[in-house]
T-cell receptor
Framework: EAGVAQSPRYKIIEKRQSVAFWCNPI?????LYWYQQILGQGPKLLIQ????????DSQLPKDRFSAERLKGVDSTLKIQPAKLEDSAVYLC??????????FGPGTRLLVL | GQQVMQIPQYQHVQEGEDFTTYCNSS?????IQWYKQRPGGHPVFLIQ?????EVKKQKRLTFQFGEAKKNSSLHITATQTTDVGTYFC????????FGAGTTVTVRA
């Protein structure tokens, strides 16, 4: 079974630029999550989708972050404009039900 | 809001020794999950505990959920170099919140 795929794996941008991350969950998994993991901290949930609907986006900084999962499969997370404090690993996870989560390799973002 | 605290933040262990890491929540949890993240890797699901006082074992790892469902522990016996990494607990009340993790290093 293929795992959760994410791209790009690494991204370096300057502050105020825009960036987008892509996630392809495990086939058949209805629930998809985006997490932000700052170095030395645990993952922080940004947004949770159930199929193509948003379940929880209470910790998503909506003034600069957006996410979509239009067809209930792939998802994109966008930051516009980026700030220095957005430097982190962005993890996508999927699950067949809202419990066990399977994480992708993450996208490491560095904002200069 | 819910807070999940883990102690210790760092654990340096001699190979072959045992250690325990603890997870405490500010709210009562419906379940708790444990994940392991190797250096440079991503979190990998280890186990989920649901019942009050539940104890589950995976080889040398023993997981326990407190009677009040507000705390949990992970005990590793006979630590090996393969146990290196950061162990996260994630507690669910109305949402899943991760602790900051316990980073384990092993002295051979």
């Amino acid at each position: 079974e293929a795992g959760v795929a994410q791209s790009p794996r690494y991204k370096i941008i300057e502050k105020r630029q825009s960036v987008a991350f892509w996630c392809n969950p495990i086939s058949g998994h209805a629930t998809l999550y985006w997490y932000q993991q700052i170095l030395g901290q645990g993952p922080k949930l940004l947004i949770q989708f159930q199929n193509n609907g948003v379940v929880d986006d209470s910790q998503l900084p909506k003034d600069r972050f957006s996410a979509e999962r239009l067809k209930g499969v792939d998802s994109t997370l966008k930051i516009q404009p980026a700030k220095l404090e957005d430097s982190a690993v962005y993890l996508c996870a999927s699950s067949p039900h809202p419990e066990t989560q399977y994480f992708g390799p993450g996208t490491r973002l560095l904002v200069l | 809001g819910q807070q999940v605290m883990q102690i210790p933040q760092y654990q340096h262990v001699q190979e072959g020794e045992d250690f325990t890491t603890y997870c405490n929540s500010s709210t009562t949890l419906s379940n708790i999950q444990w994940y392991k993240q190797r250096p440079g890797g991503h979190p990998v699901f280890l186990i989920q505990l649901v019942k009050s006082g539940e104890v589950k074992k995976q080889k040398r790892l023993t997981f326990q959920f407190g009677e009040a469902k507000k705390n949990s522990s992970l005990h590793i016996t006979a630590t090996q170099t393969t146990d290196v990494g950061t162990y996260f607990c994630a507690g669910r009340d109305y949402k899943l919140s991760f602790g900051a993790g316990t980073t384990v290093t092993v002295r051979a």
